[in-house]
């Protein structure tokens, strides 16, 4: 079956950039119809759709995020990635990588990794 | 800042209903958008539970159940189980200055 599996530093100084990584494997990532989508949850706080990226490497982003926010794809190792720049302690937070599926008028989430938890503290 | 409204907590006896309902506005729910259930296990990938508004994914009993009206939208959960324990988050989108996917606050439920 299809597995979702992030991955990354699990700690960051303020100010450095994070990138984080979402292994897909059981559906090659070029062939589906799907949108693939990064989702984090800061503590005490709920969920935050952060953005998604299609195989052709198409973007949408949340425009809270949209000038730190970077997503891409790697098709050749069935692969896609996070890049956050200028984190603040603000950026804390569990973060997911999700297979996300068009609706027709909300999209929703089928398929969620375990979730990595980031830390940024000086 | 989450934009749908959930309880924080709920709770119930084994095999009683309990209903988590999900508050949005005119910019969300109300627009209208379809709206999405997923549960949580802290340490675990969240599971989607409920798709557009009612439907119920392959494997998801059918204790779970949810509709939609208006600006706000109810999962309820029959027969309550302990495995029922976990954090629910509604899911909608948001048409106005976030323009993406918004989920709910959460509710934890409790199995007494």
């Known amino acids: 079956q299809v597995q979702l599996q992030e991955s990354g530093p699990g700690l960051l100084r303020p100010s450095q950039t994070l990138s984080l990584t979402c292994a897909v494997s059981?559906?090659?990532?070029?062939?589906?119809?799907?949108?693939w989508t990064w989702i984090r949850q800061r503590p005490g706080d709920g969920l935050e759709w952060m953005g998604h990226?299609?195989?052709?490497?198409?973007?949408s982003y949340n425009p809270s995020l949209r000038s730190r926010l970077f997503i891409s794809v790697d098709t050749s190792t069935n692969q896609f990635s996070l890049r956050l720049t200028s984190v603040t302690a603000a950026d804390t937070a569990v973060y997911y990588c999700a297979r996300e599926i068009s609706s027709r008028r909300t999209n929703y989430f089928d398929l969620w990794g375990q979730g990595t938890l980031v830390t940024v503290s000086s | 800042q989450s934009v749908l409204t959930q309880p924080p907590s709920v709770s119930g006896a084994p095999g009683q209903r309990v209903v988590i309902s999900c508050t949005g506005n005119s910019s969300n729910i109300g627009a209208p958008y379809d709206v999405h259930w997923y549960q949580h296990l802290p340490g675990t990938a969240p599971k989607l539970l409920i798709y557009v508004n009612t439907n119920r994914p392959s494997g998801v009993p059918d204790r779970f159940s949810a509709f939609r009206s208006g600006a706000s939208a109810s999962l309820a959960i029959s027969g309550l189980q302990a495995e029922d324990e976990a954090d629910y988050y509604c899911?909608?989108?948001?048409?106005?200055?976030?323009?993406?996917?918004?989920f709910g606050t959460g509710t934890k439920v409790t199995v007494l």
């Open positions: 990226i299609f195989y052709s490497g198409s973007t």
């Open positions: 899911q909608s989108y948001d048409n106005s200055l976030s323009g993406s996917s918004v």
């Open positions: 059981g559906d090659p990532i070029h062939r589906s119809t799907f949108l």
